[in-house]
């Protein structure tokens, strides 16, 4: 005998009302101290459902249920009758009802869709950004152009990114570049930092052409801080007679 | 017809047997470059549908380069001549370059045939190219040189700085982010584009005066540059970029005749 059937014979014992177990039982009991362990176990659930008092339901709620149940027998045998007018009214709510999900679904798609448009834009940004971040060290000269050209595009540019306009403009070794640069920088130029970087690039610039596009840009604007430079480009025998007339001209009229 | 006759005096020079010749196998994978620096003379450049670059050179004075029998390469002040056309080659995967290393009283003329499709980047300072001719180039040119150049059938990026002499491009196709910046100290720049391309242009000559076959409209920028003889604006809905600046010649853009 092992513990399960021993048990088993308690339980069986317990039903059929006999306080002694099998000879077996016993000697497995007697032998086996796990067995003994859930034998106890066992003997004090049993105990338990020995005192368990069962109170008898109140007579008034068996009545209650077959009150109930006789009236859905009835009503099963007699089906309720729905009046026209009710249909109608059931049927027009269901149409407002369906028409309110629709309405709401559109909105929250229409809203759906402005965020997303949003976040596009957003993020169209930031790979403008990204791109001239990347292709600014790109060996390809026309890629450099290209990435240079999309920062006009961009209504407020990020800080970091005029910075580098700024760092192409001053050290680009490609003057095709730095002319794009200058291009892009004048729809900034009312900005201070824009500004000194413009009048920092003059006076290291030596392609004539962009001394050129520089003297006019900033003189433009007025920016009177400009005046050493054009004094040095004027004064410098290595700059080009037209650039030095064009300087001229403009350190006059400021 | 000018072109016309160059190239059949590069090939009558050919046919005499005065011409060298270097060739080499370099297909146009993208990205892909081919650098040519310091070459004399005058410089033909063929774009054609291969994978070969060819080169040939026409030894001015009818100098012929002298070359060996056995794989020795000679040896210039400015380097080794390891093609035999007067040039220094160097090659790794993404570039090839040929690097003039011939004095000057022993420059002539090449004429190149490269693939089509190869990026082009052309250096030169005032002593060596003396005028410079690229056709049938579908790859982005690079060029930075000293006198002229008169680029044909161009459908790439073109990036051009030139210091004297007549700049004049045809393109037979322009592309968005494809740019086309030109700047000529002192030459004319003419600029012959389709008929139909839509572009954004910033234009202008400090001392010299622009002229345009197309209707140029305001660009979307207001705060755009502004100075003597600066223009900015579109062509069409704008889209391509176009960058032409010179400080005493004259600017034209042009359309291409169907």
Do not use: W
């Amino acid at each position: 005998m092992n513990c399960e059937e021993t048990m088993a014979a308690i339980i069986d014992a317990r039903e059929k009302g006999e306080a002694v177990l099998s000879t077996e039982a016993d000697l497995h009991l007697a032998g086996c101290a796990a067995c003994q362990k859930e034998a106890a176990e066992l003997r004090h659930l049993l105990a338990e459902m020995d005192n368990t008092v069962f109170k008898p339901a109140p007579a008034a709620l068996g009545k209650g249920f077959y009150d109930m149940l006789s009236a859905e027998m009835l009503s099963a045998d007699n089906p309720v009758k729905i009046s026209r007018r009710y249909a109608y009214l059931s049927a027009a709510a269901c149409i407002i009802f369906l028409a309110g999900i629709g309405f709401a679904t559109l909105l929250i798609n229409r809203n759906t869709n402005k965020v997303a448009a949003e976040r596009v834009t957003v993020n169209n940004g930031g790979e403008k950004e990204n791109l001239l971040l990347t292709h600014i060290q790109d060996p390809s000269s026309a890629m450099r152009i290209q990435a240079v050209n999309e920062v006009e595009s961009l209504s407020q540019p990020d800080p970091k990114l005029v910075t580098v306009l700024i760092q192409v403009l001053n050290k680009d070794s490609n003057s095709n570049v730095r002319m794009a640069a200058v291009y892009a920088l004048s729809k900034f130029a009312d900005d201070t930092r824009v500004r000194n970087g413009l009048i920092g690039a003059l006076e290291k610039e030596t392609e004539p052409v962009i001394q050129v596009l520089l003297i006019n840009l900033l003189a433009d604007k007025k920016e009177e801080r400009v005046t050493h430079a054009l004094q040095t480009i004027i004064q410098n025998p290595a700059t080009r007679r037209q650039v030095q007339e064009i300087a001229g001209n403009k350190l006059r009229a400021l | 017809m000018k072109i016309l006759l160059i190239t059949i005096g590069f090939y009558c020079l050919a046919v005499t047997g005065m011409a060298q010749e270097f060739q080499l196998k370099f297909p146009a994978t993208p990205g892909r470059r081919i650098k040519l620096e310091n070459l004399g003379g005058h410089v033909r450049v063929m774009g054609y549908a291969g994978t070969e670059i060819m080169i040939r050179f026409f030894p001015g004075g009818n100098r012929k380069i002298q070359t060996t029998t056995t794989p020795v390469n000679t040896v210039y002040a400015l380097g080794t001549d390891n093609t035999g056309v007067g040039l220094f080659m160097e090659k790794d995967t993404g570039e090839i370059s040929f690097k003039n290393v011939l004095p000057l009283s022993m420059a002539g003329d090449y004429l190149l045939k490269i693939p089509e499709k190869l990026l082009l980047s052309v250096v030169s300072d005032c002593h060596h190219l003396k005028k410079l001719n690229i056709v049938d180039m579908q790859g982005d040119l690079d060029i930075r040189i000293c006198h002229a150049v008169t680029i044909e059938n161009a459908e790439g990026a073109i990036v051009l700085t030139t210091i004297a002499g007549k700049v004049d491009v045809r393109m037979r196709l322009l592309q968005k982010g494809k740019p086309v910046s030109i700047i000529s100290e002192t030459g004319n720049i003419t600029l012959t584009i389709p008929p139909d391309v839509a572009a954004d242009l910033r234009m202008g000559s400090a001392a010299g005066t622009v002229h345009c076959d197309f209707p140029v409209l305001p660009g979307n920028n207001k705060k755009t540059l502004q100075g003597d003889n600066q223009i900015s604006g579109r062509i069409g809905s704008g889209g391509a970029v176009i960058h032409l600046q010179s400080l005493s010649g004259r600017i034209f853009l042009q359309k291409s005749k169907p």
